[in-house]
C-alpha cells in the first residue's frame, strides 16, 4: 500500500491537493534504489516514470570515448521521465541512480493519463519543466565559469536539498562522474570542504556539518536556482 505521507516529501507531489493525490497514489509502486541502478539507456523508449522522496536519480550525457558527465539529476523537487509530458517517449541521455534510496514510480501511460484527467497534475508538472529548464541553463554556465571546489560545493547542497537531509551515501567516483571530472580533482576539493570543517566525509558516506559555510563555498549557482525552485514549486 502507497504511503500518502511519503508521497508529499517529493515537492511535485505534496501541492496536489488530496483527491488528486490519491488518483496518483492509485497508480505508484515504491521502489528502493541502488547506486548505479540503470532506468534507461540513451535512446531507449521511456517505460515508467519516477517520483524520487529520498534517492537522487541522475540524468548523464556519454561522449563517444566512454566518459561520463551528469547532464541534470533529479530527487525529491522534480520527476524523472518527465519529458513524457512534451509528447516525447525517449531521450538521449542515459538514466541511473545516483544517491540510493526510495521513489515511487508509474506506468508511462498511467502518468499520460493522469495528464489528461486532471488539470492540477498538469500544471505541477509545467512548473516543474520551468525550473527544469532554468536549472538546465544555469549548469551549462556553470561549468564554464566556475572551478571544481565551487561546483562540488554547489553539487553537495543540490543533492542535501534533493534527499531532504545532511547525509547521504556518496562515492568519490559518483561524484567524479557527476562533475565530469577525473577523481583526483574531487579528492582535492572534498578534502579541503572537509578540512574547513564544511563536510565530513568516510567510507562512501557524506554528512554536511555547515551548510551556510558550503554555501559560501559555493558559487551563487546554487542560491540562484533553489530560490527558483523554492518560488516556484514551495518547499524548504
Not at 492509485?26 to 519516477?50: C, K, N
Not at 536519480?57 to 524523472?80: F, M
Not at 551563487?220 to 533553489?226: K, L, N, P
Amino acid at each position: 500500500m502507497v504511503d500518502v505521507a511519503e508521497l508529499r516529501k517529493n515537492q511535485v507531489l505534496a501541492n496536489l491537493s488530496e483527491a488528486v493525490l490519491n488518483d496518483v497514489a492509485r497508480r505508484l509502486t515504491r521502489e528502493v534504489m541502488a547506486t548505479w541502478q540503470l532506468f534507461r539507456d540513451e535512446g531507449a523508449p521511456i517505460s515508467r516514470v519516477h517520483f524520487p522522496v529520498d534517492s537522487v536519480i541522475s540524468i548523464v550525457s556519454l561522449s563517444a570515448e566512454g566518459s561520463v558527465a551528469e547532464a541534470y539529476a533529479v530527487g525529491r523537487d522534480g520527476i524523472a521521465g518527465v519529458e513524457l509530458a512534451l509528447g516525447q517517449d525517449r531521450t538521449i541521455h542515459r538514466t541511473m541512480c545516483q544517491v540510493p534510496g526510495v521513489a515511487y514510480s508509474m506506468s508511462a501511460a498511467g502518468f499520460l493519463e493522469l495528464l489528461a484527467a486532471h488539470t492540477e497534475f498538469q500544471h505541477q508538472v509545467d512548473l516543474y519543466l520551468h525550473c527544469l529548464i532554468a536549472m538546465l541553463g544555469r549548469s551549462g554556465s556553470c561549468n564554464l565559469m566556475h572551478d571544481v571546489p565551487e561546483r562540488c560545493a554547489r553539487w553537495l547542497l543540490s543533492t542535501r536539498d534533493r534527499v531532504g537531509g545532511d547525509q547521504f551515501t556518496l562515492t568519490q567516483e559518483v561524484l567524479a562522474t557527476m562533475l565530469g571530472v577525473h577523481r583526483p580533482a574531487v579528492t582535492l576539493a572534498a578534502g579541503a570542504l572537509q578540512k574547513a570543517g564544511l563536510i565530513r566525509y568516510s567510507r562512501g558516506q557524506i554528512a554536511i556539518v555547515d551548510a551556510d559555510g558550503l554555501r559560501e563555498a559555493s558559487c551563487e549557482c546554487y542560491g540562484i536556482v533553489a530560490d527558483e525552485f523554492r518560488r516556484v514549486l514551495g518547499g524548504p
